[in-house]
């Protein structure tokens, strides 16, 4: 028995990182999940490795912008054309486009927006569609921690993700008479493609804020994202989880 027997997952930005390791562990809980990226050769591949590390286990991989509207209704379409249904939805693709305010473009703030803002509420919208007809389903905002207390040369980042809190609340109200759960997570450092390009001062100086004193692997946000897919938090909604090792508490 796994907490997501027969539960359809679709996840964005899963070629690697966290958005991988949600799936990894979506899948061993008996999850069938598809995984969207923007490089679609990546997700076939990282899904194909999934389905063959697991007996039995389905995994699906397509390529999909999450800032264009038309990909992200494929992949959701997708998803229920191929399993029927719509269980979960993680909006996790993301970007980073880290400058003062002096030298970013606004070409530079659009994309993140674009990408973690705009492209969440594509996947929010879409996935709410077809679970509201099913009257079950749970959608996960991956955030951060940048959102809630705001990161130096991150203002576009920043701000894509505190607004990801707004639009997780705002859709969490609209949704929950109809069953689905709408939540967000905001990982802190968390050792991925993402954060392996920080300069070697930068980390300390993370590390020296966290009081767990390390950071984390992608699974320990997986762990998090499988607790808000499943009924074991089945009367959480509208809620934002940090997944910090303490830092800004
Ligand atoms: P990652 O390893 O860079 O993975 C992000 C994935 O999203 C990549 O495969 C990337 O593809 C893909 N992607 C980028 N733009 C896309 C688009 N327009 N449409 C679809 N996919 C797209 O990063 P990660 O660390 O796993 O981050 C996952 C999420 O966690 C992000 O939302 C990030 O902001 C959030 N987060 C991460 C940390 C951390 O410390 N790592 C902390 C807080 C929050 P390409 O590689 O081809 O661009």
Redesign the pocket.
Known sequence: MGLLDDRTAVI????????LEIARRFLAEGARVVL????GE?AEKSAAELAAAHAGGVALGAR????AEDEVDALVRRAEQEFGTVDVMVN?????RDATMRKMTLADFRAVLD??LV?SWLGTRAAGAVMRERKRGSIIN?????GKVGMLGQTN?SSA?AGMVGLTKAAAKELAYLGVRVNAI??????????EALREDIWAAKLAEIPMARAAE?AE?AGVALFLASELSSYMTGTVLEVTGGRYM
């Open positions: 964005t930005g899963a070629a690697q990182g966290i958005g969207g990226d923007i490089n990546a999909c912008d999450v800032t996790n693709a993301g970007i980073t990408v973690h492209g991956i955030s951060s921690i940048s980042y993700k905001q990982p802190g450092l968390i050792r991925t493609a993402m954060t992608p946000v």
